[in-house]
């Protein structure tokens, strides 16, 4: 069974800094794009990041604004893909979502082409 685990969301104030990180378990994914969606409340759910499978190639949702970095790595067989969020904004109060790509050697931008998602984690800054 194939998941994904998120860890590292919490409730911080407006510049501060987060780092969420995303492993995978079940399926190999290192020949697939890894990515982080948002989804605030009453809104659609937005790409943050995505990274394809050589790390050489990224994405960012434009209100990212050089804020965050993406960046991917094996460790103990398992894919893991991390977030690193600066200077954060209450605008970026989110449920943030990692996700996987089934079909190797892409990198798609829209969430309805990842086929794997973990459950979420809570980011909440204050202002």
């Known amino acids: 069974q194939v998941q994904l685990e998120e860890s590292g969301g919490g409730l911080v104030q407006a510049a501060d800094s987060l780092r969420l990180s995303c492993t995978a378990s079940?399926?190999?994914?290192?020949?697939?794009?890894m990515a982080w969606f948002r989804q605030a409340p009453g809104k659609a759910r937005e790409l943050v990041a995505s990274?394809?499978?050589?790390?050489?190639?990224?994405?960012?949702g434009d209100f990212v604004q050089g804020r965050f970095t993406i960046s991917r790595s094996k460790d103990n067989g398992k894919n893991t893909v991390d977030l690193r969020m600066n200077n954060l904004r209450p605008e970026d109060t989110a449920i943030y979502f990692c996700?996987?790509?089934?079909?190797?050697?892409?990198?798609?931008?829209?969430?309805?082409?990842?086929?794997?998602w973990g459950q979420g984690t809570q980011v909440t800054v204050s202002s």
């Open positions: 996700a996987a790509d089934d079909t190797p050697f892409k990198l798609p931008r829209s969430p309805s082409q990842y086929d794997y």
């Open positions: 990274i394809d499978w050589s790390a050489r190639t990224t994405y960012y």
């Open positions: 079940g399926r190999d994914f290192t020949l697939n794009a």
